[in-house]
């Protein structure tokens, strides 16, 4: 069965220093998403991606975040000075285009934990 | 606005119990349900969905009905095995919205 695949799955940074997490959605989707989860807490909506620009964005998904389609197959995001808060597991997902109900798949998360 | 809340956990029961994961929601128009699964160390996976009033999602002997008159979608199982310990979330997605809602999440233990 196709997946989200997401790398790296666990990655340790210095506070400030900028992150790129990465992933390859299932390759007939349309819709990307970002999503975090706060160890302990509930899983947050970071940001949506649909026809190469963000068409949702949470008040969580400030200035310093972005992301990029940068060519067929990737969806990265990045966080350009990290702070100890932005610990916590991310979440990429995709679906196919397409009105009620289709489903959200999820890549495995990557775990972040900014020292 | 738009929100899901699941019973506290965590929740500990031994196999073959019966399981039942309470979920309600708040939601400005009409949403499809979801429970999603998340196994130690994995990420989240679809359990089961139910896009309308009365549906009712079911997999691996997990099933959840779509109860609008009490706003509710809760998760149940006759008999559950040690395999499905894991958290589940509960979530809704209002038609035409890009974004999952996500309850909190309960954690389920099953003890041999």
């Known amino acids: 069965e196709p997946e989200v695949t997401q790398t790296p799955s666990h990655q340790v940074t210095q506070m400030g220093q900028e992150v790129i997490l990465r992933c390859v959605p299932i390759s007939n989707h349309l819709y990307f998403y970002w999503y975090r989860q706060i160890l302990g807490q509930k899983v947050e909506f970071l940001v949506s991606?649909?026809?190469?620009?963000?068409?949702?964005k949470s008040e969580i998904f400030d200035d310093q975040f972005s992301v990029e389609r940068p060519d067929g197959s990737n969806f990265t995001l990045k966080i350009r000075s990290t702070k100890l808060e932005d610990s916590a597991m991310y979440f990429c997902?995709?679906?196919?285009?397409?009105?009620?109900?289709?489903?959200?798949?999820f890549g495995e998360g990557s775990w972040l934990t900014v020292v | 606005g738009n929100s899901v809340t699941q019973m506290e956990g965590p929740v500990t029961l031994s196999e073959e119990a019966f399981l039942t994961i309470n979920c309600t929601y708040t939601?400005?128009?009409?949403?499809?349900l979801f429970w999603y699964v998340q196994y130690p160390g994995e990420g989240l996976q679809l359990l089961l969905k139910?896009?309308?009033?009365?549906d009712k999602g079911s997999n691996k002997g997990f099933e959840a009905t779509y109860r609008k008159e009490t706003t509710s979608f809760h998760l149940e199982k006759g008999s559950v095995q040690v395999s499905d310990s894991a958290v589940y979330f509960c979530a809704l997605r209002l038609a035409g919205a890009q974004k999952l809602v996500f309850g909190q999440g309960t954690r389920l233990t099953i003890n041999p």
């Open positions: 997902a995709s679906r196919p285009e397409g009105l009620i109900g289709n489903t959200i798949y």
């Open positions: 139910a896009t309308k009033a009365d």
């Open positions: 939601a400005t128009g009409y949403p499809s």
């Open positions: 991606f649909y026809n190469n620009e963000i068409s949702e």
